[in-house]
């Protein structure tokens, strides 16, 4: 079985900062490309920031200037570095991969169980 498991989330004030990592565990052959997710209440969750294996990334307009997204391939881990935070960031996030658990399986996306970032003004 594969788990990601995410850490990091919690209360900051706006400006301030906030660093969140995610552990993938379990049968892996490959990952692919690793991603951070966030839905707000009474949206849809909506993609943050992605990079693939070998570190191109992709980072929402919003959000540009502020996150960083890195990963640790020989760990098997991501981290979101959140920095300015506004309180439109609130939102549960939610670490994402791609990986095959297999040499015999294709790709799957797998998810975290999200972690609370709230942002007050």
């Known amino acids: 079985q594969v788990q990601l498991v995410e850490s990091g989330g919690g209360l900051v004030q706006a400006g301030g900062s906030l660093r969140l990592s995610c552990a993938v565990s379990g049968s892996i052959f490959s990952i692919n490309a690793m991603g951070w997710y966030r839905q707000a209440p009474g949206k849809q969750r909506e993609l943050v920031a992605s990079?693939?294996?070998?570190?191109?990334?992709n980072v929402e307009d919003s959000v540009k200037g502020r996150f960083t997204i890195s990963r640790d391939n020989a760990k098997n881990t991501v981290s979101l570095q959140m920095n300015s935070l506004k309180p439109e960031d609130t939102a549960v996030y939610y670490c994402?991969?791609?990986?095959?658990?297999?040499?015999?399986?294709?790709?799957?996306?797998?998810w975290g169980q999200g972690t609370q970032v709230t942002v007050s003004s």
């Open positions: 994402n991969a791609e990986l095959r658990p297999s040499y015999y399986t294709g790709l799957y996306d797998y």
């Open positions: 990079i693939t294996g070998g570190g191109s990334t």
